[in-house]
Each structure stands twice: as structure tokens, then as C-alpha cells.
């Protein structure tokens, strides 16, 4: 498409979004709904399409989870009255029997699925096809093999800069506290009454992000692929006893998707905004606590809280241990590299995690996530971090430690009889101390190695972290490209976690 062509397009666009919602502008008590917003397609670009090309499978199941939001929110909307059943059980099993099964070919005009809410909010609507494009371009980008990976950084850089040319639409890349998510009025009644449904949303949510990794970490069109179809079959093998194997918690970029988050940080905060205004909305929709014609005006103090760069915003570090501290096992695990058995999450299903807004570092949890299932079965909700967040932040406060060069504060973490099992050798405290620690740091400093943890399992005041890193760079004159492993045993004395043990290994990629 020519520029004077695509310029005449995005007129055209403009025109009939704004006839559209005028027209479709409800009576009464819902009024001052004379929106201007107008719909805008593609960058203009040769590798545009491209994913839809090489990946047709993968391509097609998010044309089935746009559906899957947009009769959401139509059925919240239209039928508030509706019992649970209506999603828990017809929906629901219409999507994951038929629809994800079979899905379209082509994506869908989600106007005429969800008319009804389209009406009610129009701004919020778009809001989330914008950010559906910018997934959509991305994977583009990604999956083009003719393209350097310098080239893809120039390219990610210029949709970015596209998308945020609609602040009108654009989601904030400033990290946003889960407040915004789960402690308002009317947070968590969607999870509450619909856990399956919820369930199946975070699941699309782990999906959508974790297809980048193949992206990233395959070295050829074949074992992407191949690592795609083993994401694909991930997500399905999440279906298969709800909602106990769907996430327990919103997945959250970082840790479902490590190297994306590291080379596109601002992309990647975009999307975990994204999503968790999906939670908001249909909180609001889902509880009878905000009048039908007050949920207009919270959707949209809700799109302008999340446009903007003020609002909750927490510093970009804060937001990496934050999601880190939430727990991969709970968000369903990563999305390469996993074990053929889905990871045993350590929070009851949709706990509410609370997190220092400063720091990121989990504070405690919070009573309002529980489900009725939970309650009846008399579980408690814990009234403080678990031990596997305890045993998870010692971990990551050790790799910070190392990073900082701060000799003192890692050693702090180190129980006095700890064994380090490390290249042939097994070190003493002492003799950590003064041998291998000075290298861990120096070479901690110089890479920043890409680690995927991948669980922590308590067992009594005995736990074992397991994780897995890409390390890739310069170390003095030597080049580095390696995968390691790593095993890190706590025990806990006098009611403080210490690092008993670890043992690391590393092979060259």
C-alpha cells in the first residue's frame, strides 16, 4: 500500500469510526459516549504477515482468542443476570471443544461479536485491538528470518514508537502496580465467579507471550517451529484439568518470557499492562457493586489510569521482582524449556499478591483471592509470604548481590556450612570466599545472564530452587555463549531461610 493510498485508508478509518459510535451511542443514563475514536491499521513494512506465513497454527489460535474476549465481555454485559454456568460451562466449552480446536482463519471483526459492549465502551475496545496489532507486528518482526537481529531492535523500536504515536490508545510502558488490578471496589469478583473462564484467560495471556520465546531462542526456522508447536501444545495440555492446571496467577512477561523481556523491556510492560486491564474490565462488568450506569465511567477511568505514565507506576527493577517473586510455577511455567509435567504452583488459585510498590519484593497476601471451591474445602488463604517466595527472594537476592559486586551481602545469605559445587570442586564458606566468590562477581558484572527459574518445592524447613540461564557476551578476551543449570538447597534455622548448597553447571550453547 502506497502512503497517499494508506493515508486515504486511515481517513476513511476515521470517518467510519466516528459515524459508527455516534450512531451506536446508547440513550440514557449512558450518555456523553460521542466518541472520536477511529481504528488504524498496520505499519507499512515487508515482514508484515510473516508469522501468519511460517506459523499458521499458532497464528490462527489468537484469532480464536480475540473471540474468546470479545463474547466475554458481550455476555457479561448483556446477560448480567446470568448464572455462572452461562460462562463456566456453555462458553466455555464451546471455546475449548470447538473453537480452539478449529480455529478461524482469519481474524474476526470483534465489533460484531460483541455489539453490545463495542457500544459501551468504544474507546476501551480499541485500546485493546491497538495493542492486538502490536503483538500481531511483533511476531512479524520476529519470525522474519531475513532479518539481522540488529535489524529486528530497529524495526521493534519504530512499531513502538508507532504505537505509541496513539496516546489516545496507547497502553503506558511504565510498569503499573497490581493495585490498579486487585485492590479496587471491584477487583476480583471475575476470578471469584468465574474460575474457569478466568483461568482460561490467563492461559491465553501465557500463550500470547510465551510464543515470543521460540522466536528468540531458536537458531532456524525448523526448531522454531518445532519449538512453537511445543508451546502450542503446553497451553492445550493446560485445558485438560481446570482450573487446577491453568495459571493460578496473571502471567506476567518476565519471567513466562525472559529473553523478550530482556531485549524489549518497554514491549513487554506494554502487554502486562495490557492484560491486566483485561482483569479490570471484567471485574467491573462481573460485580454488581458498580451500577450498570456507573460501568462506563470505571472502564474509563480505568483506560486513562493505564494510558498514562503517572498513575501506580512502579521503577522497571520493581517490576522484574515483582513478577519474578509472583512465581513462574504459578503463572503456568515458562514457555520453552519445560519439564513434560506442568510445574505445581505454591499459591492458592487466584491469591491476591501483594507487593512493595518501591521495591517489587512480595509483602504478604491478601484474603479477597480465594474461591468459594477454596473456602467450602476449608482452605486458608496464607496470612504472609510463603516459604517457596521466602526461599525464591533469597535466591534472586543472591544473583543481585553478585551483580552489585556486594561480597558482603551475598555471603550474608550463606549458611556457614555450605557446600558450592562448582566446576569439579566443592567449596567451604572459607574457601568460597576467598577463591571463587571474587570470579562469580567479576563475571557476574560483565554478563548479565538471562535465568529462568523454573520452581522452588519446600519440603519442612528444607527447599530446593531449580533454574535454568543463557549466557551470552564477552568475559575478558573470551567470548561466552552458554546454557547453565542451576540447584540451590535452603534450610531454615531459627525460622530464617539460608542457602545450605549449589551446585551449577554450564555447557556451550
Do not use: C
Not at 211 to 230: F, H, I, N, W
Not at 407 to 423: G, M, R, T
Request: net charge positive; no cysteine.
Amino acid at each position: 500500500m502506497h502512503t497517499t493510498s494508506s493515508a486515504r485508508f486511515t481517513r476513511r478509518l476515521a470517518m467510519l469510526g466516528a459515524v459508527l459510535t455516534v450512531t451506536m451511542a446508547p440513550i440514557s443514563p449512558l450518555a456523553a459516549q460521542w466518541s472520536t475514536t477511529y481504528e488504524q491499521f498496520y505499519l507499512q513494512a515487508s515482514h508484515n504477515w510473516t508469522f501468519r506465513t511460517h506459523y499458521q497454527h499458532a497464528d490462527r489460535l489468537f484469532n480464536a482468542f480475540d473471540y474468546g474476549h470479545a463474547i466475554l465481555y458481550e455476555t457479561l454485559w448483556r446477560f448480567p443476570d446470568a448464572p455462572a454456568s452461562r460462562l463456566e460451562v456453555d462458553r466455555y466449552n464451546d471455546l475449548t471443544q470447538k473453537v480452539l480446536i478449529k480455529p478461524p482463519r482469519i481474524p474476526l471483526e470483534e465489533g460484531a461479536i460483541e455489539p453490545k459492549y463495542a457500544q459501551l465502551a468504544p474507546e476501551a475496545k480499541v485500546m485493546f485491538d491497538w495493542a492486538h496489532l502490536l503483538h500481531r507486528q511483533l511476531y512479524d518482526v520476529l519470525a522474519d528470518e531475513r532479518l539481522s537481529w540488529a535489524q529486528r531492535d530497529v524495526e521493534v523500536a519504530r512499531l513502538i514508537r508507532y504505537y505509541r504515536s496513539r496516546p489516545d490508545l496507547a497502553f503506558s510502558s511504565k510498569p503499573k502496580s497490581m493495585k490498579l488490578m486487585q485492590e479496587q471496589p471491584f477487583s476480583l469478583a471475575f476470578r471469584k465467579k468465574y474460575p474457569k473462564f478466568n483461568g482460561l484467560i490467563w492461559g491465553y495471556h501465557w500463550l500470547q507471550m510465551g510464543l515470543y520465546e521460540p522466536l528468540m531462542v531458536g537458531t532456524s526456522r525448523t526448531e522454531k517451529q518445532a519449538l512453537m508447536r511445543a508451546t502450542v501444545a503446553r497451553f492445550f495440555q493446560m485445558l485438560q484439568d481446570v482450573p487446577r492446571s491453568l495459571p493460578h496467577q496473571m502471567p506476567m512477561t518476565v519471567p513466562v518470557a525472559p529473553k523478550f523481556a530482556a531485549r524489549y523491556p518497554e514491549a513487554a510492560i506494554i502487554f502486562d499492562n495490557l492484560h491486566s486491564m483485561h482483569d479490570v474490565v471484567s471485574d467491573i462488568l462481573t460485580n454488581p457493586s458498580v451500577p450498570r450506569d456507573r460501568k462506563r465511567a470505571e472502564i474509563m477511568l480505568a483506560a486513562r489510569r493505564y494510558r498514562d505514565d503517572t498513575t501506580e507506576v512502579m521503577s522497571v527493577p520493581a517490576w522484574r521482582v515483582m513478577s519474578e517473586h509472583m512465581g513462574i510455577e504459578n503463572m503456568g511455567g515458562p514457555a520453552v524449556g519445560f519439564l513434560s509435567t506442568l510445574p505445581t504452583p505454591t499459591v492458592t488459585y487466584g491469591a491476591v499478591m501483594q507487593h512493595d510498590a518501591e521495591t517489587g519484593a512480595m509483602t504478604g497476601f491478601g484474603s479477597g483471592g480465594a474461591t468459594t471451591a477454596d473456602a467450602h474445602a476449608g482452605h486458608q488463604m496464607p496470612t504472609g509470604p510463603s516459604d517457596s517466595s521466602q526461599v525464591a527472594t533469597l535466591v534472586s537476592g543472591f544473583h543481585q548481590a553478585l551483580e552489585r559486586g556486594d561480597s558482603s551481602a551475598a555471603l550474608a545469605l550463606l549458611s556457614p556450612d555450605v557446600a558450592i559445587v562448582e566446576s569439579g570442586t566443592v567449596d567451604s564458606l572459607a574457601d568460597y570466599r576467598s577463591h571463587h566468590l571474587p570470579a562469580d562477581i567479576a563475571f557476574a558484572r560483565a554478563i548479565k545472564a538471562a535465568r529462568q527459574p523454573r520452581g522452588v518445592t519446600v519440603v519442612g524447613d528444607v527447599a530446593y530452587s531449580v533454574a535454568t540461564s543463557a549466557t551470552k557476551g564477552t568475559f575478558g578476551d573470551r567470548a561466552v555463549d552458554t546454557l547453565g543449570a542451576e540447584l540451590i538447597v535452603a534450610r531454615r534455622v531459627d525460622g530464617q531461610w539460608r542457602i545450605a548448597a549449589i551446585h551449577w553447571s554450564s555447557r556451550r550453547r
